[in-house]
């Protein structure tokens, strides 16, 4: 078996479906592969068969040429497969057995991992802690917008699905366990949102819309989404969240006017580092949303941030936001006593519970965030349309699978 293709990023604004070596159980030099990890063996992977693998908004900032991404990398860290073949020392994972991948890569020794902080790993990434399939400066895993991937630390990283016929029939919901349902979750949870919460989501894309999703889940009394476009607007309401426009301004009289009161109990940022500044044809203001947040939530509350912010953005509108430093109102949130919680969401923190409620029909994830399938060899269209604003998240279909399901 030889035979693999992926979606690579060619430059701003373009990607390409290409062909790859098949996977193996080794980190073999590449695009973005950090050279203290060429020729790492992993006899503790696993290579999969991808059933699925999505577009995620952190792949655009790369593609939109916002960060340091090579030519030719790899992309895909949202991934859902079949074990293929297994390495010398996978004990409990099987060839047959499907499996969410989380995007986290962990090694499940360090103390991180131990602590249960699968984000920050200490062991995959020689650069910093924490590492990603598929992402600039995250070591240079290779990622699983392909039909074939391999996965390392198997035994400790992978979700097994108990029933792979019932999996596939709820294939488009487990799909988001890989990183967007768990993302947003734990926004969420970092926030406090709790029985009767009221809750503030900023941005109403793909992660946005789990949060909401989450919140409900979660018990709370009224989600207010907040976002500048009208389709992801209106996919808000569609499951019961009320909705403001920030381009209209004054977001503590919106709130007012929905809640009775211009402040809530907890807010979520599932915006990040390409905030627009709140009116009509505003530019980039990187900081809008954390001050925003920080603005409506009341004092003792606190605020997840499972929006991406980053440490060298090219792209940037001055010099101190492309290393990462925002005119943030932190005496605010001091004054106000505010929590605020930021980074890689640890999704094994939440992935098996999240499984459970989607196989127990608690939560209809996917039809929340519009999910919708797409043959590989049309990336590129997925790219250029979720870019545009679709108000969709695309899953990739390499082999059919999911679409034969449907």
């Not at 497969?81 to 989380?102: A, C, H, N, Q, T």
Request: overall charge negative; proline content about 6%; glycine content about 14%.
């Amino acid at each position: 078996m030889s035979n693999n293709r992926g979606v690579v990023y060619v430059e701003p604004g373009k990607v390409d479906v290409v062909d790859l070596d098949f996977p193996e159980l080794v980190l073999r030099d590449g695009p973005g592969v950090h050279p203290d990890n060429v020729g790492r063996s992993c006899p503790h992977g696993v290579v999969l068969k991808v059933v699925s693998t999505n577009i995620c908004g952190s792949d655009q900032h790369m593609v939109r040429g916002r960060t340091t991404a090579p030519s030719g990398l790899v992309l895909g860290h949202e991934i859902t497969g079949e074990v293929i073949e297994s390495g010398r020392d996978v004990e409990f994972v099987k060839v047959g057995d499907l499996v969410s991948v989380p995007f986290n890569i962990a090694c499940g020794r360090c103390r991180s991992c131990k602590e249960g902080k699968t984000g920050i790993c200490l062991n995959v990434n020689p650069d910093r802690p924490g590492s990603a399939y598929g992402y600039v400066d995250m070591g240079g895993w290779v990622g699983g917008q392909a039909e074939y991937v391999m996965v390392p630390y198997a035994d400790w990283n992978l979700l097994r699905f108990p029933d792979r016929d019932q999996a596939m029939a709820k294939i488009l919901d487990l799909t988001l366990l890989s990183d967007i349902f768990p993302t947003g979750f734990h926004g969420c949870v970092t926030a406090g949102v709790g029985p009767g919460s009221t809750v503030y989501v900023a941005g109403a894309g793909p992660v946005g819309l789990a949060a909401a999703a989450s919140a409900f889940l979660l018990g709370a009394a009224a989600v207010v989404v907040g976002d500048l476009n009208p389709a992801r607007l209106a996919q808000a309401a569609s499951f019961g969240c009320a909705t403001v426009d920030v381009t209209q301004g004054d977001l503590p009289g919106q709130l007012a006017e929905i809640l009775g009161e211009p402040e809530v109990d907890c807010a979520v940022d599932a915006v990040g580092f390409e905030a627009r500044a709140h009116a009509h044809g505003a530019g980039e203001a990187p900081a809008t949303v954390l001050n925003a947040v920080m603005e409506l939530t009341r004092a003792g509350g606190a605020i997840g941030i499972p929006g991406l912010y980053v440490t060298g953005d090219p792209g940037a509108v001055d010099d101190a936001a492309k290393v990462g430093a925002l005119s943030v109102r932190i005496g605010l949130g001091w004054a106000k006593s505010h929590a605020m919680f930021t980074g890689q969401c640890p999704v094994m923190r939440y992935h098996r519970q999240l499984m459970k409620a989607i196989l127990h029909d608690r939560v209809q994830i996917a039809q929340a965030v519009n999910a919708t399938a797409l043959p590989l060899a049309d990336a590129p269209a997925g790219y250029q349309n979720f870019d545009q604003g679709a108000a969709v998240k695309y899953v990739l279909d390499p082999h059919g699978l999911v679409g034969a399901t449907r």
